[in-house]
C-alpha cells in the first residue's frame, strides 16, 4: 500500500538545503509529488508531499526524520513529518477570482479581508503577502461556490478593505486554453 | 482612428506648452491618492497645461521611467505622459506625449509581460494586456481630441497609466499569488 507523507522544513535559510532534503527522500526511494518552497523574510519554507511507491521496504515517520537528520545537525532547521492521506481537492462547480489588496500596512488586514471571502462559503487556494516599507500587499486566489454574487462578495470585501484603510481589487480570474 | 491623428500625436511635444515644466516629487504606495480615481480635467485650463508640462519635465528626469500618470505626482486627474521611443520593447511608437480624459475605444490580442512602477518600487508584477489597442484623448493646451492606434510596449505602457488615472496600481492586475516579484534591480 502506498503512504503519503508531508514533510515540513523551517528554518534559517543557507544554500544546500533543498539538495540535502531531496537527497535524503531519495535515500529511501520516496517519490516527491508536490512541493512549494519560499523564502519568508530570509527564513526557509519548504513542504513537500513524498510517496512510498517505489521505495524498496517499509517507510515510516521516523525514517524520514532519520534520513533527514543532517539538515537538523546544526540546530537551525526544523523538520517534521506526518502522514496524509490522499485527499484531491474535488472541483466545487464554481468559479475563480484573484484578490488584490494592498495599504498601509497594520495588524488585522488579512482577517478582515479574508473573513469576507470564508462568509461568502469560499476558498482560497493561493496566497502571497508581501510587506515592503509601509506597503502591504496580498494577493489571493480563490474559488467562490457556484451561485455565489460574486458583486456582493466584492462589496463586502471592498468594505472590510476599507474598514482597515486598503483597498482591494476582485477580479475573475483568467484561464487561457490553448 | 486617422493616420492624422496618429502624426499630429507624433508630432507633439512639450514645447507647444510653451512654459517650463518642473521636476516633481513621484509618490509611493501606499499613498491613497494612488487609489484615487482621478477627475476629468479641462485640457485647456493653465492649472492642466502646467501640470501636463511636470509630468514631462519628471519624465525626463527618472531613469527608465517611460510614463507618468498625475496620480503619481499626488494629484487625481486624469492625465497622464508617455514616452516608449527609447525603449527596446516598443514597435508603434508616438514620442513624447500628454492626453487628458483618455478612454480606450478598442482593445485585443491580449499579452502577459511583467511590469514595474515608480510609485512601486520594490516589486514587478506579470500582468495581461491588450498589445493592439486604440485610445482617445485630448491633448492638453488646445484641447484637440485625437484617436489613436497604437502596439506592444506602448499599448501597455498607455494601458498603465490610463490604470493610474483611474486609481489603479499593476498590482490590482496581476496574474495571481505568484505573479508578484520583489524587483531585483532598481534603475
Known sequence: ?178 | MSEADSDRLAAWTEAELDLAGRVLEVVRAPDPVLATAGARVDPADPVWVQLAADLVATMRVSPGCVGLAAQQVGIAAQLFCVDVSAHPKARTHHGTFVLCNAEVVEASRNDRAREGCMSVPDFTGDVKRASRLVVTGQLPGTGEQVTVATDAFEARALQHEMDHCQGLLFLDRVAGAHAVHPRQTYL
Request: aromatic share 2%; net charge negative.
Open chain 1, 1 to 178: 500500500m502506498t503512504s503519503l507523507y508531508a514533510v515540513t522544513v523551517l528554518g534559517h535559510d543557507r544554500p544546500g538545503i533543498i539538495a540535502a532534503a531531496t537527497d535524503g527522500l531519495a535515500g529511501l526511494g520516496l517519490n516527491i509529488e508536490d512541493s512549494t518552497m519560499t523564502l519568508l523574510r530570509g527564513h526557509f519554507a519548504m513542504m513537500l508531499l513524498c510517496s512510498t511507491e517505489g521505495a524498496s521496504g517499509p517507510v515510516g515517520p521516523r525514517d524520514i526524520e532519520q534520513a533527514l537528520a543532517p539538515l537538523t545537525a546544526d540546530g537551525d532547521l526544523d523538520v517534521a513529518v506526518r502522514p496524509v492521506t490522499d485527499e484531491p481537492t474535488p472541483g466545487t462547480g464554481g468559479s475563480s477570482w484573484v484578490l488584490t489588496v494592498h495599504g498601509g500596512d497594520r495588524p488585522g488586514i488579512v482577517s478582515a479581508v479574508v473573513g469576507e471571502v470564508a462568509t461568502a462559503g469560499g476558498n482560497i487556494t493561493d496566497l502571497t503577502t508581501r510587506l515592503a516599507g509601509d506597503l502591504y500587499l496580498l494577493v489571493a486566489e480563490l474559488d467562490l461556490p457556484a451561485g455565489a454574487d460574486a458583486a456582493a462578495v466584492e462589496a463586502a470585501i471592498k468594505a472590510a478593505a476599507h474598514g482597515v484603510g486598503v483597498t482591494a481589487t476582485l477580479r475573475a480570474a483568467e484561464a487561457d486554453d490553448l
